[in-house]
């Protein structure tokens, strides 16, 4: 079992930055493939970027390529999303996700253990 806290969310101006943080409980965090997804009103949760166990490997949507960087700290137990070039379009609830290896682009759905949510809100 994995319980997943997001913080770091909030209201920032367009072309700004926020860094997420999200914080697992348990021991085998670093067997965990983790992600960043989020759901903005009335559309459904998209995927945002996600890490291997190790963090050597990335992958992230396009339209957020090259503004957001995902990172992960084992001994730590916490994954970051650090988002820079903020734009309104950005503005949703960001959750962070676990699912066990293998790493990939998967879906929501493949996704076992989900935060509560924070939220993002870039104003133009």
């Known amino acids: 079992q994995v319980q997943l806290v997001e913080s770091g969310g909030g209201l920032v101006q367009a072309g700004g930055s926020l860094r997420l943080s999200c914080v697992a409980s348990?021991?085998?965090?670093?067997?965990?493939?983790m992600g960043w997804f989020r759901q903005a009103p009335g559309k459904e949760r998209e995927f945002v970027a996600t890490?291997?166990?190790?963090?050597?490997?990335?992958l992230y949507a396009d339209s957020v390529k090259g503004r957001f960087t995902i990172s992960r700290d084992n001994a730590k137990n916490t994954v970051l999303l650090q988002m820079n070039s903020l734009k309104p379009e950005d503005t949703a609830v960001y959750y962070c996700a676990a699912r066990p290896l293998p790493y990939g682009a998967w879906p929501p759905r493949a996704y076992d253990y989900w935060g509560q949510g924070t939220q993002v809100t870039v104003s133009s």
């Open positions: 348990g021991r085998t965090f670093s067997s965990y493939v």
């Open positions: 890490i291997n166990w190790s963090g050597s490997s990335t």
